[in-house]
């Protein structure tokens, strides 16, 4: 079976670059009209412009497919609200959002300063609820909606230097656990990418031979499927990159259960390699079936 998109509209937001830009290609690519959202800018946010965004549309265009560039950041209520009207204005409506945009400004957290903190959660984490939520009632409404967020391993396993962009990576996963209860019975499907690329954030971290292998052309058929109508799954976590996909997922050790008596800190002193022990573990879908079976275990 081929995959399109004819008639659905995409937002991917950060498409001027990197892993956004392959996203945009491969969705216009099979069809899909596009928002091609970026207000250009160096990898820490700093400055911007509007070639990265117009050089992506003309690429689409000249492939023969259709696309606007929108130039808002997705960090402020008001621009990201603006990217969602783009695509109305634009194409009367919006699909598919990829929340794709990010900035880094890696340091040791106790060089950190707040402001270096609360840029980048505001980028990745407020960013991409501000547009996923002015879409929204437009998804609502046509009981159709396929959105991926960008986490990272960074979030998910942990990075050095990366406080402020790992917490950020994690708060979107939290986000959709959210959304995947809430967007269910209005076919909204929701799920978070982990990527692995060579693009201007990672160039400096890999050789030439390692960043060929990491094509972001490589890891945007797992975006474009998750935006599929195809796509029947949703509040996953899924890696990709360099070809290899796969799902990820937190489990939870069977653990030991004090009962008929309250616990001690001897209890988990004497316990604590069998609390830990996660060889039998169970997986949970929702906060509910966690407290379930922690009161009943
Ligand atoms: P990139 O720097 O090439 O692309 C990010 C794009 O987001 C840039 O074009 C930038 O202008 C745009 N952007 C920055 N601030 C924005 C704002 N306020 N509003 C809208 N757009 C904005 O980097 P890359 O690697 O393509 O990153 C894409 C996403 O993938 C990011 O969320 C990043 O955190 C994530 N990611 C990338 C990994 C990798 O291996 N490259 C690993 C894990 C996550």
């Not at 978070?192 to 060579?198: E, G, K, N, Q, R």
């Not at 996953?236 to 996909?245: E, K, L, P, Q, V």
Request: a neutral charge; charged letters at 20%; aromatic letters at 8%.
């Amino acid at each position: 079976m081929t995959i399109r998109f004819d008639n659905r509209v995409a937002i991917v937001t950060g498409a001027g670059n990197g892993l956004g830009r392959a996203h945009a290609l491969l969705l216009a690519s099979r069809g899909a009209r596009v928002v091609v959202n970026d207000p250009g800018g160096a990898v820490d946010g700093k400055g911007g412009n509007h070639a990265a965004a117009d050089k992506v549309v003309d690429e689409i265009k000249a492939a023969g497919g259709v696309a606007v560039p929108n130039f808002d950041s997705v960090a402020d209520p008001k621009s990201a609200a603006n990217i969602v009207k783009t695509a109305v204005d634009s194409f009367g409506t919006v699909d598919i959002v990829v929340n794709n945009a990010g900035v880094l400004r890696d340091k040791t957290f106790h060089n950190m300063t707040t402001e270096d903190f609360d840029f980048v959660v505001k980028v990745h984490f407020q960013g991409t609820a501000y547009v996923t939520h002015a879409a929204w009632p437009i998804l609502r409404a046509k009981a159709y909606g396929r959105v991926v967020v960008t986490s990272s391993n960074s979030g998910i396993y942990g990075t050095f230097g990366q406080a402020n962009y790992g917490g950020a990576k994690l708060a979107v996963v939290g986000f959709m656990n959210a959304l995947r209860l809430e967007g269910q019975k209005y076919n909204i499907m929701i799920n978070a990418l982990a990527p692995v690329a060579a693009t201007r954030m990672t160039e400096s971290l890999m050789t030439p031979e390692v960043l060929d292998k990491l094509r972001p052309e490589f890891v945007s058929p797992m975006v474009a499927y998750l935006c599929s109508e195809q796509c029947q799954r949703t509040g996953d976590i899924w890696s990709a990159g360099a070809g290899t996909f796969a799902r990820i997922e937190y489990r939870e050790a069977e653990g030991v259960r004090i009962a008929g008596r309250a616990p001690t800190i001897e209890d988990v002193l004497e316990n604590i390699d069998r609390i830990a022990d996660v060889s039998a573990s169970r997986v949970f879908r929702t906060s509910g079936e966690e407290v379930a079976a922690v009161v009943g275990a």
